[in-house]
């Protein structure tokens, strides 16, 4: 395995030990908000600590993108990492959320993590060498279109601006599906793209650590991700389309009508 994934798998892992381990304990948590409906607390920080101290130990010179303390400048190496994707739905003891890191090299995705500490599941890929779960290769699902599809998403709950392009896409692709989930982390809806247990996924104004795992996981499980120009820019104007290669092109076909112009670039 990949020295570099292997250290990642660690700093994933340990992250998890901490958020399993205040699971508990979440009353007694110190909580602040970001901004309106984004919260941070002490575990989002413990953990983060951990897989930058982890990741710093083995790699000093690999400059740092995490959520909570920000951009640290470096090589030509980027780690990019959410150590608490889901924190809303934790701190409610809803059980749904993940740690994600991404290594980046000159600006292409080189290998990501997404790990689930409550069912132990661990998502990984590195460039070239495939997708997995827990060791056992993952390919997303082979549905040829959007007709009994089940997709995930996620509301621009940051972005108010654009709900109502949002409900329009909702409601354009809602009556092709069979199902849309919003579980609340986004980092573990798209690796659900990656085994195969969603067939797709759109959201708007996503951040780099919310994605950059998740993306290189679906493409090296054979699926396509783009934003909503169909280009490569996701990762700066945060809006994502995901999927197999037949229901990526679906939805970019059935959401491109109700973007406007704000959205569709």
């Not at 661990?122 to 993952?138: H, M, S, V, Y």
Request: hydrophobic content about 45%; some cysteine; proline content about 4%.
């Amino acid at each position: 395995m990949n020295p570099m994934l292997n250290i990642a798998i660690r700093a994933a892992r340990r992250a998890g030990s901490i958020i399993t381990r205040n699971i508990d304990f979440i009353d007694r948590l110190d909580v602040s908000a970001k901004s309106q409906n984004d919260f941070v607390s002490d575990v989002d920080r413990q953990a983060e600590e951990e897989i930058i101290a982890v990741l710093r130990k083995a790699f000093p010179s690999h400059g740092i993108l995490a959520e909570e303390s920000g951009a640290s400048q470096g090589d030509d190496y980027l780690w990019i990492i959410d150590p608490l994707d889901g924190t809303t739905n934790f701190l409610h003891g809803f059980p749904q959320f993940s740690v994600s890191i991404a290594l980046q090299c000159k600006g292409r995705l080189e290998l990501g993590v997404v790990y689930d500490p409550l069912r132990q599941e661990l998502f990984t890929a590195e460039r070239g060498a495939g997708a997995k779960l827990n060791d056992r290769r993952i390919r997303v699902s082979k549905l040829r279109g959007l007709d009994g599809a089940l997709l995930g998403t996620g509301f621009p709950f940051k972005h108010h601006q654009h709900l109502d392009a949002y409900l329009a896409t909702f409601k354009a692709l809602s009556p092709m599906t069979s199902g849309i989930r919003r579980a609340g982390s986004a980092a573990l809806d798209l690796a659900y793209v990656a085994a195969g247990r969603l067939d797709g996924f759109w959201a708007i104004g996503l951040s780099p650590w919310d994605m950059a795992a998740g993306v290189i996981l679906i493409r090296e499980a054979g699926g396509l991700a783009g934003d909503f120009a169909a280009g490569d820019d996701f990762m700066d104007t945060g809006n994502l389309i995901a999927g197999n290669p037949k229901v990526y092109h679906a939805i970019y076909q059935t959401i491109k009508p109700h973007l406007g112009p704000a959205l569709a670039k």
